[in-house]
T-cell receptor
Framework: EPEVTQTPSHQVTQMGQEVILRCVPI?????FYWYRQILGQKVEFLVS????????KSEIFDDQFSVERPDGSNFTLKIRSTKLEDSAMYFC?????????????FGPGTRLTVL | AQSVAQPEDQVNVAEGNPLTVKCTYS??????LFWYVQYPNRGLQFLLK??????LVKGSYGFEAEFNKSQTSFHLKKPSALVSDSALYFC?????????????FGTGTRLQVFP
């Protein structure tokens, strides 16, 4: 069964450094998402992406964040200058079509630790 | 505002007994409701969803959930729990009234099934 994959599984970085989190969505899916979960808190929506554009973003997704689909398979989340409060589990998700009934399928997550 | 509440941080149940994991939601319009499960070191796995129609929906691994509009609830159930069901369960809602496909998650409920 096709799955969303994410690399790395764990990323440790120093505050102020740039990080890129990578995701490979399910191959024929068209809609892509990033969510994050700070330890002990809710899973929160960050951004949705379709047709090489951001469709929607949350208040969390400020100028330090960016997303890109650099090729036909990868979907990346970049944090330009990491802060301590960016430490979280970051989940990528993908969806086949914009039909309301479609399900978002999630990857295993990348745990980001900012020191 | 859209929100999801999972009132129990943890649910303990003996193997073979029925289980219920509670979820209530608040949206402005019609909800699409989802349950996801997270096993250790794994991503969020889709279990089931309610879109429309029959209030009782069946999903993976013998789970089912009942949509109750008057109580704004979507409780997850299973007639006979297995030790392997032990995991973290998340309820999520999508408010169809808005032009958004982001999911709003609850805080999660840890299910512990004892042999």
């Amino acid at each position: 069964e096709p799955e969303v994959t994410q690399t790395p599984s764990h990323q440790v970085t120093q505050m102020g450094q740039e990080v890129i989190l990578r995701c490979v969505p399910i191959s024929n899916h068209l809609y892509f998402y990033w969510y994050r979960q700070i330890l002990g808190q809710k899973v929160e929506f960050l951004v949705s992406f379709y047709n090489n554009e951001i469709s929607e973003k949350s208040e969390i997704f400020d100028d330090q964040f960016s997303v890109e689909r650099p090729d036909g398979s990868n979907f990346t989340l970049k944090i330009r200058s990491t802060k301590l409060e960016d430490s979280a589990m970051y989940f990528c998700a993908s969806r086949l079509r914009r039909l309301n009934t479609d399900t978002q399928y999630f990857g295993p997550g990348t745990r980001l630790t900012v020191l | 505002a859209q929100s999801v509440a999972q009132p129990e941080d943890q649910v303990n149940v003996a193997e073979g007994n029925p289980l219920t994991v509670k979820c209530t939601y608040s949206v402005s319009g019609n909800p699409y409701l989802f349950w996801y499960v997270q096993y250790p070191n794994r991503g969020l796995q889709f279990l089931l969803k309610y879109i429309t129609g029959d209030n009782l929906v069946k999903g993976s691994y013998g789970f089912e959930a009942e949509f109750n509009k008057s109580q704004t609830s979507f409780h997850l159930k299973k007639p006979s729990a297995l030790v392997s069901d032990s995991a973290l369960y998340f309820c999520a809602v999508r408010d169809v009234s808005y032009n958004t496909d982001k999911l709003i998650f609850g805080t999660g409920t840890r299910l512990q099934v004892f042999p």
